[in-house]
């Protein structure tokens, strides 16, 4: 029992130096309001990645656009189109395409992966052969500077959710993204 406490000590105190580092290096960003048209972090992405069902349906690609702003720093917002084709050997094959609206915290700092990274909650409807369900997801990513072209930004990042289906499949959703920041 002395162990389990005294590990549980170390782990806080290591949690809470860690912490400290964070806001340190400015991870956690305080919110203000935008203040010019950079702040608003403007962007539009193209994605592909796999679409990973629960149950026994196949793996499948997945493509997807999105279009996101940032109207109060550091909160991000945006909507998102995708879609992929399953194969699943009790039913016949079908399409899922997604219009979800996004919410994000994006953190900032001068860790490299880090302050480009962000999380969430997306929601919207799923279009399946058989109709329209409502759809959730929490969502994590990173995005990473590429280049610039005549001062835009270029990014490559790697994000992930998870899709969750009325009465449909769930999904593990793995997608690399380039975005052009304007």
């Known amino acids: 029992m002395l162990k389990v406490l005294l590990a549980g000590v170390v782990a806080c105190g290591s949690l809470s130096v860690f912490a400290n580092e964070l806001s340190e290096a400015g991870t956690f960003v305080e919110p203000k309001a935008v203040e010019s048209k950079s702040d608003m972090r403007r962007h539009f992405g193209l994605s592909s990645g ?3 069902p629960e149950g026994d349906a196949q793996t499948t690609p997945e493509i997807g656009v999105s279009l996101g702003f940032q109207p109060y720093i550091p909160f991000g917002v945006g909507v998102e189109l ?3 084709k399953f ?4 039913v016949e094959d079908y399409r899922r395409t997604t219009a979800l609206g996004y919410v994000t915290y994006n953190f900032g700092g001068t860790l490299p992966i880090i302050r480009g990274s962000y999380v969430g909650m997306a929601a ?5 052969n058989h109709g329209t369900e409502i759809a959730a997801a929490p969502l994590a990513g990173f995005d990473v500077p590429l280049s610039s072209i005549n001062g835009k930004q270029i990014t490559v990042g790697v994000n992930a959710k998870y899709l969750l289906v009325d009465s449909a499949r769930d999904s593990l959703i793995t997608n690399a993204a380039l975005k052009f920041w304007y």
Do not use: E, M, P, V
């Open 87 to 90: 194969k699943d050997s009790h």
């Open 50 to 52: 796999y679409n990973i």
């Open 124 to 128: 919207g409807a799923a279009f399946l």
């Open 82 to 84: 995708s879609t992929s």
